[in-house]
């Protein structure tokens, strides 16, 4: 798929933009700070909702604004669609689909795909736990839109759960009476189900994209791997695979765990918990990969999830932002040719001469506020 057509009303510094984009390689290029890369994040939202910079809504609404407004023209093929993203922090944002009357948010997931990869991803090999998991269920979510809904289920799961064991901890230390422990249960249950289906399909995500990222690590740094991703469940009780099996151990680690959620007020087992061990050779890549080494590693998995949507049939809009400047020549060259052939490539840099010549294609010069095809 591609995007035909961007245009943003009142996101991050762009009052009102409309920018007409081809197939192929396009390049924002422009000094720092004049915003190439607010135009690739109003991209992403629509393919993950969220942003790649920040955690909540607030600051992709232009200052002085209540609301921004995010909309592309899409072509899969010979079909075409609009989505219409509408940003309302604080208050539940609105989508569309073709002009249609309003639909959740979370049903336009699936309609933009895209890999993105910027400096931010660093975090990827040398962040907490969380942006790990965050890049396997976004990718999750990018092969198979409903797992946007599991994943919200898990969330709403989760936050219920905690609420009730914080009071039942509450209600404890205080001496209090003791709760009701079977509405415990029930959410015992809930968490269990969703969880073993989010969980089933990041394992089968990391077995897939495992030989993909090797290879990708093998292209960019040639002898300096292998990689390998190994998934680190919140319980030593959590080994199986298939959902079902899931299920009873999820099960099994909660009742076993169950004495120390009530004193702890939290939930201590279940996907939230868990962790995306990297490793480059025999050593953990968090804490001992160089810099370099790091860069290659976060580059992998990007370019893996890259491979593994399109072997799949599903071509996303591949993003790269920023990232020449942080690449060695090699690297970079390297890079340049693994994503020219891409159905659509957009790529921002501060100078011309960051992008290599093999991504000739559209130019956009983007300086105060203005973006113009050069
Ligand atoms: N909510 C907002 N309202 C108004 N302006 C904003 C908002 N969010 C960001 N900006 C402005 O947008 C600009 C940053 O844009 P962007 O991050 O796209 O820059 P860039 O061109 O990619 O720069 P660089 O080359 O340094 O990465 C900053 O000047 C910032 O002040």
């Known amino acids: ?33 004049q915003g190439k890369t607010n135009l690739v994040e109003a991209v992403g939202y629509l393919a993950t909702l969220g942003s790649h910079r920040v955690s909540s809504d607030a600051p992709l609404v232009r200052m002085g604004a209540d609301r921004a407004i995010i909309r ?109 422990l079977s509405t415990l249960d029930v959410w015992d249950e809930h968490l269990a189900r969703v969880g073993a289906e989010l969980l089933a399909q990041r394992l089968d995500l990391i077995a897939t994209i495992q030989p993909l990222t090797d290879k990708a690590y093998e292209q960019l740094a040639p002898g300096g791997g292998p990689v390998a991703l190994e998934y680190k469940p919140s319980s030593p009780e959590i080994t199986g695979h298939a959902r079902d099996e899931l299920y009873e151990q999820l099960m099994a680690a909660l009742a076993e765990s169950r004495k120390q959620e009530i004193e702890r007020g939290v939930t201590l087992v279940g996907p939230h918990r868990d962790e995306l061990l990297l490793k480059l050779g025999q050593l953990p890549a968090k804490g001992y990969a160089s810099h370099g080494e790091s860069w290659s590693y976060a580059l992998s998995l990007r370019l893996a999830s890259y491979d593994l949507l399109r072997a799949e049939g599903n071509e996303p809009v ?34 011309d001469d960051d992008v290599p010549g093999v991504l000739a294609g559209t130019r956009y010069a983007v300086s105060e506020g203005a973006v113009d095809r050069v």
């Open 1 to 33: 798929m591609h995007v035909t057509h961007l245009s943003l009303a009142d996101f991050r510094s762009y009052a009102r933009v409309e920018v007409p984009l081809d197939p192929g390689v396009t390049a924002f290029v422009g000094p720092n700070g």
């Open 72 to 180: 592309a023209d899409i072509r899969q093929g010979d079909r075409r669609q609009l989505v219409e993203l509408e940003l309302n922090p604080g208050k539940a944002n609105r989508a569309r689909i073709n002009r249609s009357s309003q639909v959740r948010p979370r049903d336009v997931l699936g309609i933009v795909r895209t890999v993105l990869f910027a400096p931010e991803d660093l975090a990827l090999v040398k962040g907490d736990p969380g942006e790990r998991r965050r890049f396997l269920d976004e990718l999750i979510t990018a092969r198979s839109p409903r797992m946007g809904g599991v994943r919200s289920d898990y969330d709403r799961v989760l936050k219920q759960r905690n609420t009730l064991l914080k009071s039942a901890a509450l209600a404890r230390r205080h001496g209090g009476r003791t709760m009701d």
């Open 318 to 351: 591949l993003v790269l932002d920023d990232v020449f400047a942080e690449l060695d020549t090699r690297r970079r060259e390297r890079l340049a040719e693994l994503v020219a052939p891409g159905e659509q490539v957009l790529v921002t840099a501060a100078v």
